[in-house]
């Protein structure tokens, strides 16, 4: 062959490097040319070639090694993938040359060997009789542990040539490579007797292989996660006993782990044990059963479930598997068995890198962990009622799984198609370098030479990619196609190959899922589903993600329930079902509402209007806007109770645009304040004109007689309003000039009481209750009074807790001049000049005391109570309003309502240390942010965190934590609280 036509051919075979290749070949000689073309069968020829030059070079007898090649098709075709492929098993031959041999063999290198065989050889190599009851290692200690890994080497090139020539599948393949270790592990006991002694004889030590190991699919590199389990010997003693077994259990580990000039072989891994690393290395069989009994959780019956005997006393492991099984196919049944599940896997996924999240094969989302979590727990749910789907192995679970009908036909071919691909990738990665890793390369030649391992000769770099990222996706969607849409066979009629479950095994899952009332949620199922109609067409698509959504939530049943109320509320309308379905993040966010927050539901199955928004922006809305659409609403109505009745329409749906906005993370909490009082005042601001404008006609006044206005206080007036509270305020006005005294009182009064009464009818949104108590004389006084009576009273009568009381005060709806007005009045009382009179300080210290002492309600927690309770928001607001009414005549910042912007003015002013005014921020913050949660969770007003239930869960869920870890939101409620009181006895109380 010329050199033009060599070059050509080179190319032509995937050669990267054409010139070098070349040379490599001329020193091979004749029989370089001759293996070209299988040389281009391989994942990387220019590599393949080098490494075939530098084991020609190794060998005794080069000519010997090429003739073999060029005579023999399939030595040369195992031999040179191998080489194109691991760089590590390359450099394994040119460091033992005399391996090449075992891959000439044609039955050696095509067919699989028996476990025992393996085995054997692998006790051999360390010089330890295979037919030994309890074999000891013969060989020097360092000797036997090179012999480990130079024979476990050895053993592994067959099995890697079979792969890389497709000549096995990835469920053979890792079958073999478990088979392999399983031996390794019995050789490396073997050592570890001979290392303890005679001492060894008086234990009989199982080794119990879990995970990938256990579960006959073990990688190329992997930890071996096992378990040890021993029992003392006849006659011996077993404390004595128990000191052996750890020794002989750390001394495997090390024989396994260990570098030295062989290298290694994998870690060996124990963590799994009870207690993990803080627990025994190895416990008897009574001592495991004891701590799996008593202490175990959820998720180490799981593991349990690969549990398989491999290495020492057999019988012993079998004894250990008998045992734990009853317990593994029970913990279904168990409280918190879905909590702990996910918990597991979020666990995963939390410790990914997040720059190694896109590429992570195994842990990501759509990696090899989500269907093996999708097979286990579809066989702890139904496999306790049928034991042939509890194989261990992933692929052989999924096939049952499919037989059995709890997996449909397609969608068990294409998990297992996916998972299978996964599996072979995750192969060639880690065979190129013998590392564990499960990261796909990002890097042209890598994918380059990954994907012509797995037989993409043309564009391999962009056809792996291509068809990894389709089976990411196929992973992802049948994950959840597997446990939800299974459930609807329960239920309804379903055309096709589709799964068909049982309404006992329908049960069994929706419980398992987390579902309280597995029968309740059937029934609204079947409601949802029933008959041939389009709705139900729609609703059997939608199900199966709407379920894991209620799933994924604090209370699934109360999702479902209400999915089912607000479905059968818009009946047939035509923009709803297919809103959900053609808008997957509407259906996702109304899921997690539903299943979230009682209160969302509650606004939603009275305006199932408000699903629309769900798709939009959810920024509250300015209160100019609102008060603009609310009057322009309650203009078209015939009377003032449907016209406010409108107005209190629009007030429902920018409650549930600012709950939906705060359930799903996208409002922070002084802005949830900020918008629940705008809207308060829109709603004041409409209702007012409305009703103003009524009594004006009623009377047959032309004009109204006097100017009114709402001045907000409280939590209200300081922009802080909660989705429970009350609208705190006062009620003024201003007669206008030659009217009669008494008509424009008697006008305002039936103003406000129409404007009271209206806004707390019973209706569709919760009643807005207009609360006037703050009033001069309370209760007693007026409801409503004129600016000079106002100035009157607080000349002669007002206490300092009043000028406190003003401090929160906000003239924000009504006729600006007499908000003006008011304003200028109460300025002088609530930020007095010179200052608080020391008595004065004493009297608001006073009257705290009493608060704290009296208004406690009976039983209440006073560490969890989020307004009374220590550090709680009283004591918070208290001090800095005692700061307000000391300096606010000296500090123009002081002059606000808004409790933070108070803080901020103090800290600015140098009044408060920047850390004690962080300190009752960061506490304000979380108080109130609790404390809206806990009303969203529940539905209504609360004033204490809720006791542990799926209440408190909820409240954690909308706060941003783990469901499960609402323990951990107490804590940090707990701490920012106990801070807060530290600083209030420092500032306040002085």
Known sequence: ?????????????????????????????????????????????????????????????????????????????????????????????????????????????????AAWALRAALLEAVGADPAAEAPVATLDEAE???????????????????????????????????????????????????????EAASVRLSVIAMGKCGGHELNYVSDVDVIFLHEAADGADEVAAARTAARLASQLIQVCSAQTREGTIWPVDAALRPEGKAGALSRTLAGHRGYYERWAEPWEFQALLKARPVAGDLELGRDFVAMVSPMVWSVADREGFVDAARAMR??????????????????????????????????????????????????????????????????????????????????????????????????????????????????????????????????????????????????????????????????????????????????????????????????????????????????????????????????????????????????????????????????LEREPQGIKLLGGDLTPQPSAVLTEEMLATAGRQEDVDRAVKAVRAVRRRELLRTAAGDVLGLTDVADVGNALSRITDATLEATLAVVGESVRVQRGLDAAPTRLAIIAMGRYGGFELSYGSDADVLFVHEPEDGVDQHEAASYAKAVVEGVRRTLALPGGDPPLVVDADLRPEG?????????????????????????????????????????????????????????????????????????????????????????????GLADIE???????????????????????????????????????????????????RVRNAATLARGKPVEQMPRPSRERRAVAGILGYPLDQSDAMVNDYLRATRRARAVVDRVFWD
């Open 779 to 871: 209760k007693q006084g007026p409801l409503i009074r004129t600016l000079d009576a106002y100035a009157a009273y607080y000349a002669k009568w007002s206490k300092v807790w009043e000028a406190q009381a003003l401090l929160r005060a906000d003239a924000v709806v009504g006729d600006l001049e007499v908000r003006e007005q008011f304003t200028a009045l109460i300025d002088p009382l609530r930020y007095p000049a010179g200052g608080l009179a020391e008595d004065d300080v004493i009297e608001v210290r006073r009257i705290k005391a009493r608060v704290d002492n009296e208004r406690l309600p009976r039983g209440a927690d006073p560490a969890l109570h989020f307004k009374l309770g220590r550090g």
């Open 1 to 113: 062959m010329n050199r033009a036509t060599l070059r050509s051919e080179l190319l032509r075979h995937g050669f990267a490097d054409v010139d070098r290749a070349m040379t490599e070949l001329a020193e091979l000689g004749g029989a370089g040319q001759e293996l070209v073309a299988i040389l281009g069968w391989s994942a990387e020829p220019s590599a393949a070639l080098s490494a075939l030059l530098r084991l020609a070079d190794a060998v005794e007898d080069r000519d010997g090694l090429l003739a073999a090649l060029t005579a023999d098709e399939g030595t040369a075709m195992r031999l040179l993938c191998v080489l194109g492929a691991s760089a590590a098993l390359a450099d394994h031959l040119v460091a033992h040359p005399d391996h090449w041999r075992v891959l000439q063999d044609s039955t050696l290198g095509t067919t699989r060997p």
């Open 346 to 603: 979020r666990r995963v996924v939390d410790h990914i890198p997040v720059k190694e999240a896109d590429r992570e094969l195994k842990l990501g989302v759509g990696g090899l962990r989500d269907v093996e979590f999708a097979v286990q727990l579809l066989q702890l749910v139904h496999g306790r009622a049928d034991e042939q789907i509890r194989p261990q192995a992933t692929l052989s679970a999924l096939h049952e799984l499919t037989r059995a009908g709890y997996v449909g036909r397609e969608d068990g071919e294409a998990l297992h198609n996916a998972y299978a691909f996964l599996r072979q990738l995750e192969h060639r990665i880690q065979l190129h370098r013998l590392r564990r890793t499960h990261l796909v390369p990002e890097d042209d030649a890598s994918l380059r030479r990954l994907g012509r391992s797995l037989g993409f000769m043309k564009e391999p770099n962009q056809r792996l990619v291509r068809t990894w990222q389709h089976h990411r996706r196929e992973v992802s969607r049948l994950h959840q196609k597997l446990f939800y849409r299974p459930l609807l066979s329960a239920v309804a009629q379903i055309a096709g190959d589709d799964v068909r479950l049982s309404s006992e095994a329908a049960r069994a899952r929706l419980a398992a899922l987390g579902y309280d009332d597995p029968a309740a949620a059937l029934r609204s199922l079947e409601a949802l589903t029933a008959g041939v109609t389009r709705t139900a067409n729609i609703q059997r698509a939608l199900l199966p993600a709407m379920l894991q959504w209620f799933a994924d939530g604090a209370d699934p049943d109360a999702g479902l329930f209400g999915f089912r109320r607000i479905s059968e509320a818009l009946g047939r309308t035509p923009w709803y079902l297919t809103t959900l379905r053609d808008e997957g993040e509407i259906a996702e966010r109304l899921a997690h509402l539903l299943s979230t927050a009682r209160y969302c539901s509650d606004l």
């Open 878 to 928: 208290w001090t800095v309003q005692l700061l307000q009414l000391r300096h606010g005549a000296d500090v123009p910042g002081l002059r606000t309502t808004q409790t933070l912007a108070a803080l901020a003015a103090a800290t600015e002013a140098g009044l408060l240390d920047s850390d004690d005014a962080e300190v009752l921020t960061a506490a304000w913050r979380d108080v109130s």
């Open 144 to 198: 036997a542990i090179d012999a480990l890994r130079v024979t476990y080497r050895r053993l592994l090139l067959p099995l890697a040539a079979r792969d890389l020539t497709h000549e096995l599948s990835v469920d053979d393949a890792a079958a073999e490579l478990s088979d392999l270790a399983a031996g390794t592990l019995d050789a490396a006991l073997a050592v570890a007797r001979a290392h303890v002694g005679e």
